[in-house]
T-cell receptor, first 114, second 114 residues
């Protein structure tokens, strides 16, 4: 399976601290994406990193990708209580498979305490 | 506002009944997807469609059916053949012409079998 796997499954921190979540996957990818899901809601796209990129920033988010280790990390700096949510990584296979076909991991549940 | 609308948000079904979940988008996206999410699990692809009048099975299509008669609409029917239909169902879409890899999700439909 190409499905990504997030680590840890759950993370609990205080406001102001940084939160780091990791994702590992098994096969070659075209890109890797991170999504956020508030409880009982749909997923929201956060950031995409392509296979030829090593690091990407968006606001308080920093994503790294190591294709040699087939892993990625999502760093949320200066966490806020509003960041409490589940975070999923999703991989898109190399072209040749279905465009837009994403494989999702099981997610990391992040809780940020005020 | 452009987006994806799923209805109903909550649905209860008796065993042996078919139910249809609605998904409508006004983003002018070509591709649409149905995912299933179980507690503590990642998203699993049920069906997807990249063009009107065409759709493909995902990883867990058994017990489900779809249609794509209009670009804007991609309804999912959960049939009585689906043995464990209680789950959270998410519809998504993407722009194939200028594909950036991002999926746009609806708010989900929660189906409970009584």
């Amino acid at each position: 399976s190409q499905q990504g796997e997030e680590d840890p499954q759950a993370l609990s921190i205080q406001e102001g601290e940084n939160a780091t979540m990791n994702c590992s996957y098994k096969t070659s990818i075209n890109n890797l994406q991170w999504y956020r899901q508030n409880s009982g809601r749909g997923l929201v796209h956060l950031i995409l990193i392509r296979s030829n990129e090593r690091e990407k920033h968006s606001g308080r988010l920093r994503v790294t990708l190591d294709t040699s280790k087939k892993s990625s990390s999502l760093l949320i700096t200066a966490s806020r209580a509003a960041d409490t949510a589940s975070y999923f990584c999703a991989t898109e296979a190399d072209r040749g498979s279905t465009l837009g076909r994403l494989y999702f991991g099981r997610g990391t549940q992040l809780t940020v305490w005020p | 506002d452009g987006g994806i609308t799923q209805s109903p948000k909550y649905l209860f079904r008796k065993e042996g009944q078919n139910v249809t979940l609605s998904c409508e988008q006004n983003l002018n996206h070509d591709a649409m997807y149905w995912y299933r999410q179980d507690p503590g699990q990642g998203l699993r692809l049920i069906y997807y469609s990249q063009i009107v009048n065409d759709f493909q099975k995902g990883d867990i299509a058994e017990g489900y059916s779809v249609s794509r008669e209009k670009k804007e609409s991609f309804p999912l029917t959960v049939t009585s053949a689906q043995k464990n239909p209680t789950a959270f169902y998410l519809c998504a879409s993407s722009n194939m012409e200028s594909f950036t890899g991002e999926l746009f999700f609806g708010e989900g439909s929660r189906l409970t079998v009584l």
